[in-house]
């Protein structure tokens, strides 16, 4: 069963990356998809990412209590920990339980209202007129969102730190500074961009293949949903253990 869903899903990005006919057809609905994919998940990030960042000082603060470790570690450990893991991984989990679910319930819906086979009748390549902007899209947006992501989580460690008083700002900057690699970024840049793939493909193919009515395009987004969160989770832990 999942060989033969991977098999169909495999062959639907065969068709999906097939040389367009008209580019210039193809960008007016790529910008409008980087618009609702970016823009349209942009507040959602900033409130997210913040708060995590935050409450990452406050444990990190909790638990190195050791007159021995000096206070800016708690800035090089929220650093680090939000451009490796929790920036990439908890903004690709958030943004497939919006972006996701709504591929799949706009392609769906057009699969069961039989507009698709309509696209399919007059000899467009429906796959690649709907699936290739919105993968084109996320793979372009969703980096420049981790990215958004990560600066805004070391900004709210920053303010959660001062607020509460867990860590003086000067004493947080200089550890944000300290020991910087940026093969970091590299690994968060590259998460991003296998997320943005499958945060837009998998919900897509769920919803091209869909039967049935309105409760089955329903079905099929939540299904989508989870199995993108699993594909994620399973491509950061290869990515991890090859980059790392």
Not at 196 to 203: E, K, L, R, S, Y
Request: aromatic share 8%; proline share 3%.
């Amino acid at each position: 069963m999942i060989f033969h869903h991977f098999g169909k899903y495999v062959l639907l990005l065969k068709q999906v990356f097939k040389r367009p006919e008209k580019w210039r057809i193809y960008l007016k609905d790529i910008f409008h998809e980087m618009t609702d994919i970016g823009i349209g998940s942009l507040g959602l990030i900033l409130i997210i990412s913040t708060f995590i960042g935050a409450v990452m000082t406050l444990q990190i603060a909790f638990q190195l209590v050791s007159d021995l470790i000096p206070s800016s570690v708690i800035g090089q450990i929220n650093r680090d920990s939000n451009i490796l893991e929790l920036g990439p991984t908890i903004s690709a989990l958030v943004l497939m339980g919006k972006v996701g679910s709504s591929i799949s319930s706009q392609i769906g819906s057009m699969r069961v209202t039989e507009q698709i086979d309509a696209l399919e009748i007059m000899g467009v390549n429906a796959a690649s007129y709907l699936i290739l902007p919105k993968v084109i899209a996320g793979v372009v947006m969703i980096p420049v969102l981790v990215i958004i992501a990560i600066f805004c989580a070391i900004c709210g460690g920053l303010i959660g730190g001062a607020l509460s008083g867990a860590v003086p700002a000067t004493d947080y900057i200089q550890g944000i500074q300290g020991g910087f690699n940026g093969f970091t970024v590299v690994v968060a840049l590259v998460k991003a961009f296998v997320f943005g793939f499958i945060i837009t493909t998998v919900p897509a193919y769920k919803g091209f293949y869909v039967q049935g009515g309105a409760l089955e395009v329903g079905q099929a987004g939540t299904k989508a949903v989870v199995i993108g969160c699993i594909s994620i989770l399973a491509c950061d832990y290869i990515i991890t253990a090859l980059m790392l």
